[in-house]
């Protein structure tokens, strides 16, 4: 314990250079980090260390393997697997946009028009969790099923025929094509997106809502220019919430997709559990992070990191 | 209808039987009220009277459940704040946290399609001392400033009418004071009407040329800060505005202009004019300033005013200009004096016998109401 907890500090931010005053106490945060601390070196750290040495190295499961800086490894997999990749951040983007289009509205509705049954509706938000993320995925096979009610009203009303066009669907059928893996990924990560984003609308104070009213905004101005701009730190943290879980999301691929929509994470999951090509899917993962972390980093600059949720 | 008809002057404001309940609980009692074009008008109660509910009625934000609201002789009562000749002043200022402070002051005249923002707003912010601060954020700035601000917000877009929902609630006594002038300065420079909704009678005071008195819903009285001051018509205004001590009497007779009464047991006069109330029984109030306090052994006959015997200091506090009395009278009523320190008389300390006086003409008469004695009864 008291070996690792400096470790701990120093990871935290240079607390060795400062002056130590002569205070009792001194070692509560310490105290206090420990626990996380420990946590995340022996599930986190040494693992992605260990990870990060299975990418670099080469040989099969009858030789053995043997570390030998292999880097080729990665440009061989991103070579091979591109296009999961890029399906990956696709699909995951498409859903981080439906969950914002289908989530803003509901987190408003919850924070200024819900009254009362705020409590009720933000319960109902996080219900589906009660059940397990398998079953809930797979109920996704019924609903989306051939010659099922939804799939038949979306064909009498010829949005399979737009859809089809965009390359999203195939004939007539829904399941096993890209928009099926939106749709799951969606329903799956949409209360990530609507919890901050009714954290952020919620703060908003409503004199705000009136003092905009009293000077000459009329509501829809109001919402453009104090409302929307006001719950962008929930947008950001929504949009991240979603986007990072989607992209290396594989059970709604794999459920309700395809062999043709195979995203970053089944190629993982194949390379360790079916092939047993140990470095090339340690090498996809952390190409996978990487990826995850420019795009991640790149947005918030974007956006903005100032108050974030 | 007259009301309507009277309302010729842009500034003016009309409230015509406006009234609003929240389910069965009616928290503004119907109310007829004309705020002259021009005005600094003051909204005075405890919270709860119904004040900021009256105010934001006028601004639009609250639907009345019944009468209008004339601006300006127009009738505005269906148009959303938005659509207003108002603006106004919230408590704890609503200002923008996302938006600089210039961008804050901009905010009604970029709604109104005015793209050379810049001019009036450096003006604005002049105006109210904040010229250098335009570019910070309302975060970055002390409560004073932010409620200038506010001010300037409201009044860059030359509203017929400035309402002020208890804009200085949030400021600390001496900065309070000092932006009560300021404001009263910027109201004389501009010239709007100023409808400034407040809990504290001294500001009411201080910064109104009229004061409405709201208690329960219903505007108990409307005048001059002196009018109120010196000839309150209820016993809640009485008590409101400064402290006054009520005594109860019976009506004896009148003569020559005078109610003569009976106060337990001594003869006392009061002007009919100055009595608010009808029947034998009127409660007499007497500000405690009017009174004056000699030692018993010390008074002469005192002519024809009204005096007090037999009355005992029980507490005596010294404050600088003046030393508060209170005084226990032969019925166990106690009375507060307060005496200008000019010759202070040293036998006046607790358990001395002394005797009050006044002038009968500073007396004012209001009728006994039950529901709002507790004053009166205080003893």
Known sequence: ?309 | MSEQQRAGASGDVNLVGLSKSFGSNTVVQPTDLTIPAGSFFAVLGASGCGKTTTLRMIAGLEEPTTGQVLIGGQDVTGLPPYKRPVNTVFQNYALFPHLSVAENVAFGLRRKGRKDVDGPVKEMLELVELGHLGGRKPAQLSGGQQQRVAVARALINHPQVLLLDEPLGALDLKLRRQMQLELKRIQTEVGITFVHVTHDQEEAMTMADTIAVMNGGVVEQLGSPADLYESPRTKFVANFLGQSNLLDTRITGTSGGYLLMDVHGTRMALPVDRTAAQGDQVVMGIRPEKIAIQHASAADSNGNRNRIDGGVIVDSSFIGVSTQYTVRMPWAQEITVFEQNMERDHRLVPGAPVVLHWNPDHGFGLAPEPATASAAVKA
């Open chain 1, 1 to 309: 314990m008291n070996a690792l907890a400096p470790t701990g500090g120093g990871g935290g931010g240079g607390t060795d250079d400062l002056k130590e005053p002569p205070k009792r106490g001194r070692w509560v945060p310490y105290a206090l980090l420990a626990p996380g601390m420990i946590w995340l070196v022996v599930f986190f750290l040494i693992p992605m260390l260990v990870q990060g040495g299975t990418s670099l190295q080469t040989g099969g499961l009858e030789k053995g393997y043997e570390f030998t800086w292999h880097f080729s490894t990665y440009w061989d997999a991103l070579q091979t697997y591109y296009p999961q990749f890029l399906r990956s951040f696709g699909y995951a983007a498409a859903a981080t946009v439906m969950c914002l289009v289908i989530g803003y509205p509901l987190a408003y509705a919850i924070a200024f028009k819900a009254g009362k049954w705020r409590g009720l509706w933000l319960v109902l938000v996080i219900a589906p969790f009660f059940t397990s993320f398998l079953v809930r995925t797979l109920a996704w096979k019924t609903i989306l099923a051939d010659n099922g009610i939804v799939v038949d009203v979306l064909n009498t009303l010829h949005f399979t025929d737009v859809t089809a066009l965009l390359g999203l669907t195939e004939g007539d059928r829904v399941l096993a094509t890209p928009l099926a893996v939106i749709c799951g990924l969606t329903y799956n990560f949409l209360p990530f997106m609507v919890l901050p984003l009714y954290a952020s609308l919620e703060r908003i104070d409503p004199r705000l809502h009136e003092a905009a009213n009293d000077l000459y905004a009329d509501p829809k101005t109001t919402f453009r220019k104090v409302t929307f701009p006001l719950s962008l730190p929930g947008v950001v943290s929504g949009t991240l919430l979603t986007f990072i879980p989607a992209s290396g999301d594989y059970v709604n691929a794999a459920w309700l997709g395809s062999p043709d929509t195979g995203m970053a994470g089944n190629v993982i999951q194949t390379q360790f559990l079916r092939v047993l090509d140990y470095p090339t899917a340690a090498a996809l993962s952390f190409i996978l992070m990487l990826l995850i972390v420019l795009m991640v980093s790149a947005y918030i600059r974007k956006a903005g990191t100032e108050e974030l949720v």
